[in-house]
């Protein structure tokens, strides 16, 4: 009895674990049928096998990872700028009311604005070069960094604070060993939302018209234009694998950075 | 070490709607002994703990902790209810913050911090994290992180109160056995009839709110103490007269909690 409902669990575990490749491939499998012969136009939709072909070629003649490598640089810097600028700021904010009180209006006028409309503006100020994508991307991800930060340290609880200075802690010594700390899980949190929003306008930046020559706006914009939509495709796919393994990335160096913190992961 | 407190008063937030907390509290805790304050919730016990340690400010009256004129909290040390220990720090880490603090260095305060979880029983949990422990171990190391600041004075906020009663057992003569070695000023809260005769030299019963003392019962059961004795007919005399007291004011604390919803 007992070993039968193992066995019965054990084949269920299987298809648990199954399921979701099956689904995939079924819809894979439908979508390249339908192209195939229902004469679905390939500018429109490309079956899945000459997406693939695509992808390979576009890896092999080194266009996708010249165009993806240049997009992560770019959004490595405007993520370092603004992880660096927005900690800098929460952290203030979060330890000296005069700051806050300083930054708040700023903050509460800027933060609202869709960023992405300042691009005309940073076009006539910086033109479109390098410094621009930056200054774009970290423009949008500071916000987030900021307040994540910022409410992080305000939320520390005052019990931890308290006991602290019970055992002997100054004011310094209670910023840097116990209010900093109990924010890590908080700050790392702004950090991630910082890095998506990022992503997204470093892309963008890359797309606005005539830009840039370089980055994987730039080729999905371009590969749309002259309707090679299989081109569209690979690149979006390549884009979708490359945040997948960011956001990885990221969880991974969280549980380094804050091991203590229970996690559903 | 001493604790006097003469005339205190706490008054919590502004008028009209302000709480009187404690009302003109006098009471003179004796050095070395271990006295319990037994009330009903909310009249004031964790309050007058805090002020005590310094980490409240007061409305009025003295306190004085020893006669050396230090600033309060310079010569005690809190254990709290929520344990309040460092999650992102290790159990040893937690226990040594103190002498961190102090600037003992590395290889010192881990020495002593590492003796001082052996004698609670948590040797081998030194790396763990505070999240990875149960609640009586948690306990273990709050107490493990004041006692190594060897201040002479304890305040005990109802650190036993989440304890399954089990642990509480064993925390309880633990605590006795540190108490009895280490002859500390202790100060416990509590509104556990038992614990408090069970650990204390006296007992402080407070009023409901604004809290008062009501009454002090000295306890003269020997010492060393064990569980045993809570079946001792001066034991059933103690928590009698102690059941009568609180009974009271826990029906005053619930009229006053009627009257103010009605
Ligand atoms: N920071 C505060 N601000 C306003 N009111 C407070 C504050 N701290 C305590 N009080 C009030 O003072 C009274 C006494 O609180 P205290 O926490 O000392 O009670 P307690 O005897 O420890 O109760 P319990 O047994 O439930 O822990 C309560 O009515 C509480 O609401
Ligand atoms: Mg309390």
Redesign the pocket.
Known sequence: MAVRARTKSKTRRLAYLAAPYLVITAVLAAWEFAVRFNGIQPIFLPAPSSILKYLVVMILDGSLPYHLSITFLRIIAGFAVAGVTGIFVGVAMGMSRLAARLVDPWIAALYPLPKISLIPLLIIWLGTGETYKIVISAVTAFFPVAISTFSAIRQVDSGLIKAAKDLGAGVRQIQFKVVIPAALPGITSGLQLGMGVTIIMVVAAEMIGGSSDSGMGYLLIHAGQVMETEKVFAGLIALAIFGAVITGVQKRIDRLVAPWVEREH | MDIVVENLV?V??EAPRE?L??DRVSHRFPSERFTCIL????????????IVGGI?PYTSGTVTVGSDGQPLGTHSVMVW?QLNLFPWRTVIDNVAFGLEIRGVAKPERNERARRLIASVGLRGFEQHRPPQLSGGMRQRVALARALIMERPVMLM??PFAALDAQTKIVMQEELVRIYERSKRTILF?T?AIDEAILLGDEVVV?TA?P?RIKEVIPIDLPRPRSQEMVNTPAFGRLYDRALHLIREEVLNAMKQQEAMVG
């Open positions: 706490q919590f937030g709480v907390a404690l009330g009903p919730s909310g009249c004031g016990k964790s309050t007058m703990a805090q409240e209810q906020d109802e809260v509104h407070m709110r809290g």
